[in-house]
DNA sequence: TCTGGGGTCCTAGGACCC
DNA sequence: TCTGGGGTCCTAGGACCC
């Protein structure tokens, strides 16, 4: 069975053509910044996270040297370095990160009211008007603009995809990188989306992609596009069919706002633990759990949420089968004692169930928070300011 | 050479209500 | 004794993203 997330159609997304999305991506955010702090970084393969000593962790981050060498985020950091023996694992400064990113999207919003943080690297503009009333309509001068003032600032370099939809413009971004600008005008979607991998779509992973390979013998973007109409789409490929239409004939959202009002839906932290020693003695679940509970619990209370569920996640060091298991209460509350009380119980419950099978990682999650009254917000936020 | 951490969203089955 | 349809909530698992 594959799942796929699909984009969420509301009654407010619009398929008006003709306007200016563009999608705003730092170039190996990370790397990038921590080469900036260090000028003996600058030429050298550098990636930020794992431990080249104990061979641990993966890769968060890098930059085009290291990739040159076959790296990527997300890959073992014991692998990265038998691929690349010269590379350098920096130390991850999150919090500067985050003021880099957060200076970055400030001069990014003062471009346009319809503006959007995806993530921390990542934003969205829509500047239609801006475009069309400043710039004659045409989209590319206003991209260097925002490519030379983020530099100017930060010496951060980015990508720039602009298209007439949010789809559109991330996907030319991927092709944009690194350091480039890529403009897909709309009668131009099909002759630019023919010759890529199904895997430029965001929404397709690895799964769906060896799916489509295996069961249709598909690959790029322009097989499906042969397919032709959206019900024979829906017909060879389900739900997959309908979010592949959509991409295709351009029908997707030109409208930005925040992706939600509340803020976070969950908060969690977790620990991979399997193999490493704490004083010379094995880490285990019940001994990193008191942690977890304690900073996902600060984290709530920072927010000022409160939650009904907590979830106890558990990865299996033998199969790698990640159990999650939840409780819900009736009301919401910000209790430490319940979410310990809950997390404990549930430990006990997957320990008899699996028959004590060895535990790699575990995670502790609390979630369906409740809705705050945004005046209630203003009022706590004003206090904590 | 095994595979981090913090998230979001989707699916599916079951309980329960009207 | 058998049996609707719609809606919501809860739980578990999984895909995917950065």
């Not at 009668?187 to 779509?201: A, E, G, N, Q, Y």
């Not at 430990?347 to 705050?372: G, M, W």
């Amino acid at each position: 069975m594959v799942f796929l997330q699909l984009p969420k159609v509301t009654k407010k997304t619009q398929q008006r053509e003709g306007q200016f999305l563009y999608h705003v991506d730092l170039d190996c955010f990370f790397a990038a910044v921590e080469i900036r702090e260090d000028p003996e970084l600058v030429g050298k393969p550098v990636a930020v996270g794992g431990n080249r000593e104990t061979r641990r962790g993966v890769v968060t981050s890098c930059n085009y040297i290291a990739r040159k060498f076959g790296l990527h985020a997300g890959m073992p950091i014991n692998q990265a370095i038998d691929f690349c023996p010269d590379l350098i694992c920096t130390g991850r400064h999150h919090s500067l990160y985050r003021d880099v990113s957060d200076n970055i999207m400030s001069i990014l919003s003062s471009y346009t009211e319809q503006f959007r943080v995806a993530s921390i690297d990542e934003a969205y503009l829509n500047l239609t008007s801006e475009v069309e009333n400043d710039y004659g309509g045409d989209p590319i001068p206003l991209a260097k603009k925002i490519k030379k003032e983020i530099y100017e600032a930060e010496q951060i370099n980015c990508s720039i995809g602009i298209g007439s939809n949010t789809t559109i413009a991330k996907i030319a971004t991927g092709v944009a990188k690194p350091d480039g600008i890529k403009y897909v005008l709309p009668d131009k979607i099909i002759d630019f989306l023919t010759p890529l991998s199904v895997r430029k779509m965001s929404g397709i992973g690895p799964k769906t992609t060896e799916s489509l390979k295996r069961k249709h013998g598909i690959k790029t973007i322009g097989q499906i596009i042969a397919v032709g109409s959206e019900v024979e789409m829906i017909r060879k490929f389900g739900g997959l069919g309908k979010f592949f239409y959509r991409i295709i004939s351009g029908k997707g959202r030109t409208n930005i706002e925040p992706i939600n009002t509340y803020g976070a839906k969950s908060i969690s932290n977790g620990r991979t633990f399997w193999g490493q020693m704490n004083d010379g003695e094995r880490v285990t679940a019940e001994k990193i759990l008191p942690k977890l509970i304690d900073s996902v619990h600060d984290r709530l209370v920072k927010k000022n949420f409160k939650y009904k569920t907590v979830t106890l996640a558990v990865r299996l060091q033998d199969n790698f089968q990640n159990i999650n298991r939840s409780r819900s209460f009736l009301a919401a509350n910000d209790d430490k004692e319940r979410i310990k009380t809950t997390v404990y119980e549930i430990l006990d419950e997957i320990n008899h169930a699996h028959n004590n099978a060895p535990i790699r990682k575990v995670a502790v999650r609390v979630s369906n928070f409740t809705k705050q009254d945004p005046l209630q917000k203003t009022i706590t936020e004003f206090f904590q300011s």
